[in-house]
């Protein structure tokens, strides 16, 4: 399995960039992805998941900003992020667990400059 992201780059505070993520392989058919981020020296740390049930989780710092979504069809998952913030800026991780596996996507840089 693998997970190909793009989107991510530089915007102002106030503006919008969208990340997606590809998977590919064989997928067992319940599963969640999701976005992490990781700001230098931390940990990383859940940004918004959806399960293929449909379930949304956000983190609290996005709900009404950001905005997750995926398209089961083409096995990609979106992250909508709007009103950024230059506390936004992280490195993004998209996320797929199913099963036992736990796979992440590289990490994509994400910059909001004030």
């Known amino acids: 399995v693998q997970l190909q992201a793009s989107g991510g780059g530089l915007a102002q505070a106030g503006g919008s960039m969208r990340l997606s993520c590809a998977f590919s392989?064989?997928?067992?058919?319940?599963?969640?992805v999701g976005w992490y981020r990781q700001f230098p020296g931390s940990q990383r740390e859940l940004v918004a998941s959806?399960?293929?049930?449909?379930?949304?989780n956000y983190a609290d710092v996005v709900k009404g900003r950001f905005t997750i979504s995926r398209d089961n069809a083409e096995n990609t998952v979106y992250l909508q992020m709007d009103s950024l913030k230059p506390e936004d800026t992280a490195v993004y991780y998209c996320?797929?667990?199913?099963?036992?596996?736990?796979?992440w996507g590289r990490g994509t840089q994400v910059t909001v400059s004030s």
């Open positions: 392989g064989s997928i067992f058919r319940i599963n969640t």
């Open positions: 959806v399960t293929s049930g449909g379930t949304i």
């Open positions: 996320n797929l667990k199913f099963l036992r596996q736990n796979l």
